[in-house]
């Protein structure tokens, strides 16, 4: 089976858009969806461009999907980044049961899908992980391949005979800009799709409605961080739940 991994799009909808235009996304028989899908500027037409993918589209929850459900029921907040309640506050009332229903895991075709780890949606591990670490978060599950998100850098490792596969992020990536996302058939392969930056931050600009979206694409679409700079800001995170 082929399969396209999004992972982490975070609202972005023309960085969803580019990849979901690629010719190897267009041919995939699966597009699993990692997690974090809305989280962003633009949730709501995020949310209409993923539902129409139909039943090619395998669904995984996300910290960020849990979380704008909560806030949006009034039920708290959890980051820190304005723009997490406003766009908790743009979601429908249909669009709510559709993200509760998510699951923390998928195994499809032998592979194990999982935003964070499998056990947990806001647990932190690295690349550079020891193989303690990625024994205790993968404790249990059988799966050899496994496909996770959340820290918005791609990468692709070997923990004790398991092979475990970073797709990136596709609208908010730590490290170079463009739309990174995986495909899994034969092998693996990262794959990062370049698109017009400066015409993807204009177009969230004009119909985002954030209050603070030219700040917001700035950072996170036209300049984002270095896959050094996460690394240091996550390191103190990897060895716990967070």
């Known amino acids: 089976m082929t399969v396209a991994v999004l992972a982490d799009i975070h609202g972005v909808l023309p960085a969803l858009d580019a990849v979901l235009a690629?010719?190897?996304?267009?041919?995939?028989?699966?597009?699993?969806?990692?997690?974090?899908?809305?989280?962003?500027?633009?949730?709501?037409?995020?949310?209409?461009?993923?539902l129409s993918l139909g039943s090619r589209a395998v669904w995984v929850r996300g910290n960020a999907d849990r979380e704008l459900v909560a806030s949006a029921r009034g039920a708290g907040t959890f980051v820190p980044d304005p723009i997490f309640p406003w766009a908790a506050r743009q979601l429908r009332p249909a669009d709510l049961p559709v993200l509760e229903a998510l699951p923390l895991t998928v195994s499809l075709d032998g592979v194990l899908f999982c935003h964070a780890t499998p056990r947990d949606d806001t647990e932190i591990v690295l690349v550079d992980s020891p193989l303690e670490r990625w024994a205790?978060?993968?404790?249990?599950?059988?799966?050899?391949?496994?496909v996770c998100g959340h820290t918005h850098m791609p990468f692709v490792r070997l923990a004790d005979r398991r092979l475990v596969v970073n797709p990136g992020s596709v609208g908010m990536p730590y490290g170079t800009r463009g739309a990174h996302w995986a495909l899994l058939g034969d092998g693996v392969e990262l794959r990062r799709t370049s698109y017009d930056v400066e015409a993807a931050c204009a177009f969230l600009a004009a119909g985002s409605g954030y209050p603070g979206i030219e700040e917001w694409v700035d950072y996170f679409v036209r300049n984002p961080a270095s896959d050094a700079e996460a690394v240091r800001v996550f390191s103190g995170r990897g060895t716990s739940s967070t």
């Not at 690629?22 to 993923?50: C, H, S, W, Y």
């Open 136 to 146: 205790e978060v993968l404790d249990g599950f059988a799966e050899l391949t496994v």
């Open 22 to 50: 690629e010719p190897d996304v267009v041919a995939a028989e699966k597009i699993v969806l990692l997690g974090d899908l809305l989280a962003g500027p633009m949730p709501v037409q995020t949310m209409d461009r993923l």
